[in-house]
């Protein structure tokens, strides 16, 4: 391979890379669809949000804990900019930021919530297709809209 079908070969994955993740807001944003969403993921990935979202591992865990998601965020709109992706012949990582204004309906009433947070992905090419292979959701602030993250960081018992 030449060096220019090298570099537009790395572009290229590059921004099939921003296309699976442009996919999975809005699947998120689509009422977390758990089968977009899972269809995403390679068979042995893992979705870790941590303390504050959970942790599921494998295509199948993923689509499940997906399945009650609009339940408990009945709006969500992932905004994720400043990607840095590094490819790897097959393999990729990808560090994003986000930022969600949602609303929050655990606890059975609804509340306007912010959400900043730092995704770190892993990626992996997949008979010739992008897929996400593990997802790390490092969350800075999820806080309730009228306090601030200043006032309350995070809402009770969902710190990182």
């Not at 042995?44 to 959970?54: L, P």
């Not at 990626?123 to 602030?141: E, H, K, M, P």
């Amino acid at each position: 391979m030449s060096d220019l079908e090298a570099r537009v070969r790395r572009l290229e994955d590059i921004e099939a890379i921003k296309q699976v993740k442009a996919a999975y807001c809005a699947a998120c944003d689509d009422n977390y669809d758990p089968d977009r969403l899972a269809a995403l993921f390679t068979e042995d990935a893992v979705w870790n949000g941590g303390r504050t979202f959970g942790v599921a591992e494998g295509r199948a865990a993923i689509r499940r804990h997906f399945e009650g998601a609009s339940k408990r965020v009945t709006i969500a709109r992932h905004q994720v900019m400043n990607p840095i992706i590094e490819v790897d012949g097959d393999c990729a990582t990808g560090h994003w930021l986000l930022f969600q204004p949602c609303t929050n309906a655990a606890g059975g009433t609804e509340q306007a919530m912010w959400l900043a947070a730092t995704y770190a992905d892993q990626y992996a090419r997949v008979d010739g297709r992008w897929l996400i292979a593990r997802t790390d959701i490092d969350v800075s602030f999820f806080t309730p809209f009228d306090r601030g993250w200043v006032d309350q960081r995070f809402l009770p018992g969902r710190e990182p």
